[in-house]
């Protein structure tokens, strides 16, 4: 089997009805479909029930976290590339897998494009097409990777080990930073647009210092200390030269301008 579809929800029925419909209706079928809810009781289960028929394995129980829920997957799964399409994600068209398979490629990593969904707002991704990926380290440190818009080959999970279940929001990070990163992996990017990323999700929604704080852990236990010196120096560097830009681009009057009338609004001073 070439691919497994990795769901996890926790009471989310309406996201999860859009997902799983993202993935039955696809024109690719070499591939199983694995559900794994954390005990809901909004009705979720009743949805899985529905779609048994289309569903190669679900369970019902609950679980001690994302990563928790996310191994439970990878243990049953029997593909040779895994897909993790979180409940309220949706693949981009039917014809997804199907492009992203097509040449039957066996690079470590594939990946694609992504649109990020934030309420009615929609905005393509195509940060991948730029990378250099036989030199992603830095780039892998620096910045953030759509788990949604990856494969990842089966094996990596018995090179690398299951998801870090101490972490609590970057154990797929740690795996993309070792295994692409660190031991430079093989990635295929291909210029297909493939998840809608709902922006709401944990990940999103906890805070940049909890998630640079693990980062940060993480580099320091893998990386040599020398080598992460030089990438925090270029990453100041690189702050710096973003607002010096920005500054100069005179965006900030435009910013502010808006800014401040919304406060007015807020207070009944402006229409």
Known sequence: MKLSVITINLNNKDGLIKTIESVIFQSFTDYE?????????????EVIQQYADKISYWISEPDT????AMNKGIKAA??????????????????????????????????GNFVEEKGEQYTLNESYKERDWSEPLYDIYSGDLCHQAFFIKTDNFAKYGL??????????????????????ETVLYKDVNIVIYNMEGLSSTIGGVAIQKERRAIAEQYMPAALLKRYDR?????????????????KWIYYGFHAFRKILRSIGLAK
């Open 163 to 184: 998801y870090d279940e101490s972490l609590r929001i970057t154990a797929d990070w740690k795996l993309f930073f070792i295994a692409i990163g660190m031991k430079r």
């Open 65 to 68: 976290g994302i990563y928790n």
């Open 234 to 250: 270029l990453k100041h560097l690189e702050a710096d030269s973003y607002i010096i830009d920005f500054v100069h681009s005179r």
């Open 78 to 111: 029997k593909g040779e590339y895994l897909h993790f399409l979180n409940t309220g994600d949706r693949l981009v068209s039917d014809e997804v897998y199907k492009k992203i398979f097509e040449g039957n490629p066996h690079e470590s990593f594939i990946c």
């Open 33 to 45: 479909f694995i559900i794994i809810d954390g005990g809901s009781t909004d009705g979720s289960v």
